[in-house]
């Protein structure tokens, strides 16, 4: 089956530091998307974004369908970005079932 | 509703009872998906169902788990003989359609004893 690989792992940043995820798949995909797992366990939509570039406030993603990952850049970080960021992807041929990496685990200190 | 909705949050339970958790997906939504978690993990899918029917249930780990969506909204995940290692966040999933946008519930921590 696909792999979806995330990196780093873990992230640590000071508040206001910037920083990048990234989403590696290991075949075409009809959907990626993009959630943040907050520290009570809610999974909370950040981009539905197959190919191409987002932006919503400090968050933006980028996927690049053809080579195999999608970037999320995080801004002016802040504490509340803190938890666990997923990326999940959709095969194409008839399989609707999302595949979900690990995850960064981002913590962000004031 | 305005979101997924999962019941119970929590729910604790003794080796080798039944056990039922529901899931209430948006409104006109087709597709429902459940999904498992495991601490430090993500989730990992175990069914899916378009309106009332699982078209896919490749996932659920034995025959232990079953599920229902009989008017094609409204779900249930069923356990029975619950083991210790069935203790996970249980995610509810919908969609409008297949392959478009998901959103998830809260879920429902299951902590067998």
């Known amino acids: 089956g696909i792999q979806v690989e995330q990196s780093p792992p873990d992230l640590i940043l000071q508040e206001g530091a910037n920083s990048t995820l990234r989403c590696n798949f290991s075949d075409s995909v009809n959907n990626l998307q993009w959630f943040h797992q907050n520290p009570w366990g809610q999974l909370i939509n950040l981009f539905y974004?197959?190919?191409g570039t987002k932006q919503n406030g400090r968050l933006s993603a980028t996927t690049v369908a053809t080579e195999r990952y999608s970037l999320l850049y995080i801004s002016s970080s802040q504490t509340t970005d803190s938890g666990v960021y997923f990326c999940a992807v959709i095969r194409p041929g008839g399989y609707n079932k999302l595949i979900f990496g690990a995850g960064t685990r981002l913590a962000v200190h004031p | 509703g305005a979101g997924v909705s999962q019941t119970p949050s929590n729910k604790v339970t003794e080796k080798g009872k039944y056990v039922e958790l529901r899931c209430d997906p948006i409104s006109g939504h087709t597709a429902l998906y459940w999904y498992r978690q495991s601490l430090g993990q993500g989730p990992e899918f175990l069914i899916y169902?378009?309106?009332?029917?699982?078209?896919?249930d490749s996932g659920l780990p034995n025959d232990r788990f079953f599920a229902v969506r009989p008017e094609g909204s409204v779900s249930t995940l069923k356990i029975q003989r619950t083991e210790r290692g069935d203790s996970a966040v249980y995610l509810c999933a919908s969609s409008l359609f297949a392959n478009t946008e998901a959103f998830f519930g809260q879920g429902t921590r299951l902590t067998v004893v």
């Open positions: 974004i197959p190919s």
């Open positions: 169902f378009q309106g009332t029917g699982a078209a896919d």
